[in-house]
């Protein structure tokens, strides 16, 4: 782990999330692991794997693979990080803001619907279970014979299991009416306010890696990565999500 991890990863939590994942053969298999060096040695998954990609969640047996991965991981017993995605936009937001990091003109707006939106969920009955909690598609493995394996550990906590499905699918759905398909072969029916919730969180997640992104951007010595386009362009869906009339809707019709 590169030093610049303390500043967003619980590395201990994130190593036993890669040890669990290469347990249930939903990761690959780890070969060693020690939290106090930041060292995590894994099988290099190479000749006959590649990276996923956006037109590879086109695919419909790829995606409920994914989903199938997320849920066995959610089945286990709780990890013992449990921040939340709300709790994390708090967190990173103070920490950027303490490193006067570069942030659009209307992050603090962004923060504060995103937290209007915390209080909200707060006042339901939510079971808490350990989740990947990073629905990027580069975080996913996917063999030549349709095998998928989830990697980078490093937001997995023990929170809302539909946070796992509203990171995915921010990335991996332009357009609601592909989230909608996706999130109802995931459950087996639509629930309105579950799939609302889903798509909410998709909307925190972007929040939450805006800021890490310029967090990182102004701290990180590793000043060749595009830290803060990376930021910018989170930030700019995020926005557009929140502006979007329906989020207020979708926010009234999480229960």
């Not at 990761?27 to 939290?35: E, I, Q």
């Not at 937290?115 to 990947?132: M, N, W, Y």
């Not at 909307?203 to 992104?213: E, P, S, T």
């Amino acid at each position: 782990m590169d030093r610049d991890a303390e500043l967003y990863i619980d590395v201990a939590c994130a190593f036993e999330a890669a040890q669990r994942a290469s347990d249930l053969g939903i990761g690959p298999k780890v070969l060693m692991a020690d939290p106090k060096a930041g060292l995590l040695v894994m099988e290099d998954l190479n000749m006959g794997w590649r990276v996923g990609t956006l037109e590879r969640m086109l695919e419909p047996d790829i995606v409920d693979a994914v989903i199938a991965a997320m849920r066995l991981f959610q089945s286990g017993s709780p990890l013992p990080r449990r921040r939340s995605v709300f709790d994390e936009i708090e967190d990173f937001y103070a920490a950027a803001a303490a490193a006067k990091a570069q942030l659009p003109s209307d992050a603090e707006w962004l923060v504060k619907e995103l937290l209007f939106a915390a209080e909200a969920f707060r006042t339901l009955d939510i079971k808490a279970v350990p989740i990947h909690g990073d629905g990027n598609v580069s975080n996913i493995l996917i063999s030549d014979a349709g095998e998928v394996r989830l990697i980078d550990w490093d937001r997995a906590t023990t929170t809302d299991p539909l946070e796992d499905i509203g990171s995915f699918l921010v990335e991996a759905c332009a357009q609601e009416p592909e989230a909608r398909d996706i999130f109802t072969r995931s459950t087996g029916t639509f629930e309105e306010a579950a799939f609302n919730r889903a798509r909410i969180y998709g909307v925190a997640d972007d929040l939450r890696w805006g800021l890490i992104g310029a967090l990182l951007a102004a701290k990180s010595a590793r000043n060749t990565l595009e830290f803060y386009k990376f930021a910018s362009w989170r930030f700019v869906r995020c926005r557009m999500a929140v502006r979007e009339p329906r989020f207020g809707e979708m926010l009234r019709r999480i229960a």
